[in-house]
């Protein structure tokens, strides 16, 4: 790799895509001339090892505290993992309006039946299990569905109470499953429940990371 225009934007743009190296700066516990060999060993740029060490040092860290209580937050939280869900995008038409008002009740969510709707400013979206797409797919009709799809799944985050006056956590999960390369497909927060929906081939990848970060 060439040398950057800008060691320092070059060094800081490494750690903000990384959770895990983030809390460990913010906790003092990183050794910097290590971080700064690994920094020039993976990334392969001509730039002296001082230069980068300066960069790590002037890094802008979080006040502790505000971090420090993101991370108290995530331990308290519980995590689980739904599979084998579909979803439908469906227009935002009065047919469709009145058709989930019926199809609410029909659903067994003490069965264990999974149904989560979100409305968007033109359409819906129904989370659904894969055992019911088709089902579904027939009572909403052809003509008002947008979208489909199958082979997704959920990782639901149930937080204690305080989540309200803790900021910064949704950001803290969004930045570590994009650090590592997880795309997420929909998201739904409803109090202190979070809802993060991902296609089934990242799904036991986001469990492990969000776990890590619960624990």
């Known amino acids: 790799m060439k040398k950057p225009d800008n060691i320092r934007e070059f060094v800081w743009q490494i750690i903000d895509t990384d959770l895990s190296l983030k809390k460990d700066i913010a906790r003092g516990i990183i050794n910097v001339r290590s971080l700064a060999n690994y920094i020039l060993s993976r990334y392969k740029v001509n730039i002296s090892i001082d230069s980068v060490i300066s960069a790590i040092r002037r890094y802008n860290i979080k006040p502790e505290?505000?971090?420090?209580?993101?991370?108290?937050?995530?331990?308290?939280?519980?995590?689980?993992?739904?599979?084998?869900?579909?979803?439908?995008?469906?227009?935002?038409?009065?047919?469709?309006?009145?058709?989930?008002?019926?199809?609410?009740?029909?659903?067994?969510?003490?069965?264990?039946?999974?149904?989560?709707?979100?409305?968007?400013?033109?359409?819906?979206?129904?989370?659904?299990?894969?055992?019911?797409?088709?089902?579904?797919?027939?009572?909403?009709?052809?003509?008002?569905?947008?979208e489909s799809k199958k082979g997704i799944g959920m990782n639901e985050i149930t937080y204690p109470d305080i989540l309200k006056e803790t900021p910064g956590v949704f950001a803290a999960i969004s930045t570590e499953l994009g650090a590592n390369d997880i795309s997420i497909i929909d998201a739904l927060i409803i109090s202190n429940e979070h809802i993060i929906v991902l296609d089934e081939k990242d799904l036991l990848k986001g469990f492990e990371i969000l776990y890590s970060l619960c624990n």
């Open 65 to 146: 505290k505000e971090a420090a209580d993101v991370y108290a937050l995530l331990k308290k939280a519980k995590i689980r993992t739904i599979t084998k869900m579909a979803s439908l995008s469906l227009k935002k038409n009065e047919e469709v309006t009145s058709n989930l008002g019926r199809v609410l009740p029909e659903v067994n969510f003490e069965g264990g039946e999974v149904l989560r709707v979100i409305e968007g400013a033109k359409l819906f979206k129904i989370i659904i299990d894969e055992a019911s797409y088709e089902k579904m797919q027939n009572r909403f009709g052809k003509r008002n569905i947008l």
